[in-house]
């Protein structure tokens, strides 16, 4: 099941999180933290500031703090999973904060047998490291050259993603950011490849996977949760985007905790 990732890195408790998941997908988002993009099995598609790279078994995306990112997996792939905070790496981001890689790709990380969903802090600072090693020995860096369009991106997105679960609509933060409807729509879906729209429902469709994995609550509770006034629409939306119904998938995943 797919977590929510804008928050990671900002958590003073945590300072890493560890995950694998299967066959997922995320749009555009950024946070504070570094994230590793390791393909455990199969191919996965990596966005990174608007440029779009392919990633086979073996390869990961090391994603600086505050990059906009998205990826897309095919059905089985599998995907380790590393956010860490900058505190985790204090050297390589004092050097290097105010810079970007040219690219964010390693190609080759030395297999995949080192990604443990029970690593500890000091395992995961030493494989920081050495993926920063070989980011520096593999690429050049550049300074981070934000323009308007970009900055502007940033805060499209980390509105969306503090209101999502509320009334959200583009002509809100229009009024909010005081910029034109239409233009705001352009930049947005220059910027992610989605509508306005489209994101907002695959972020709450997203947040109703989470809660229908984690919770007892109500498919009526959980599409109310996750912004949405009427239930045809969030099952119209669910099914749209996941290819099929909440009921369903909750019985799946029942189903799989009785077999284990």
């Given at each position: 099941m797919?977590?929510?990732?804008?928050?990671y890195g900002s958590e003073k408790e945590t300072l890493f999180h560890v995950i694998q998941i299967k066959g997922e997908s995320f749009p555009s988002h950024f946070h504070r933290a570094y994230e590793v993009l390791l393909v455990l099995e199969g191919n996965l598609q990596v966005t990174i500031d608007g440029e779009s790279h392919p990633l086979k078994k073996g390869e990961a995306a090391f994603i600086f703090s505050n990059q906009?990112?998205?990826?897309?997996?095919?059905?089985?792939?599998?995907?380790?999973?590393?956010i860490a905070a900058p505190e985790v790496i204090p050297d390589f981001h004092?050097?290097?904060?105010?810079?970007?890689?040219?690219?964010?790709?390693?190609?080759?990380v030395g297999g995949t047998s080192w990604f443990s969903l029970t690593m500890g802090v000091y395992r995961v600072k030493a494989l920081l490291y050495t993926l920063c090693d070989l980011l520096v020995q593999q690429t050049s860096f550049k300074p981070i050259a934000d323009s308007e369009k970009s900055e502007l991106?940033?805060?499209?997105?980390?509105w969306m993603m503090s209101h999502y679960q509320r009334h959200c609509t583009l002509k809100q933060l229009a009024a909010e950011l005081a910029y034109d409807y239409k233009y705001l729509s352009k930049v947005f879906k220059q910027g992610t490849g989605m509508g306005f729209n489209e994101y907002v429902n695959t972020l709450r469709i997203l947040k109703a996977q989470e809660l229908l994995a984690d919770t007892d609550l109500s498919v009526q509770t959980i599409a109310h949760q996750c912004g949405y006034e009427s239930i045809r629409s969030f099952h119209r939306n669910y099914q749209q985007i996941t290819g099929t119904f909440p009921s369903e998938m909750r019985s799946s995943l029942k189903t799989k905790d009785f077999l284990h």
């Open positions: 797919m977590y929510f990732f804008q928050n906009i990112h998205s990826f897309q997996a095919e059905p089985n792939t599998q995907i380790g999973v590393l004092q050097t290097y904060q105010q810079q970007r890689p040219a690219s964010n790709i390693i190609q080759d991106l940033h805060q499209m997105i980390s």
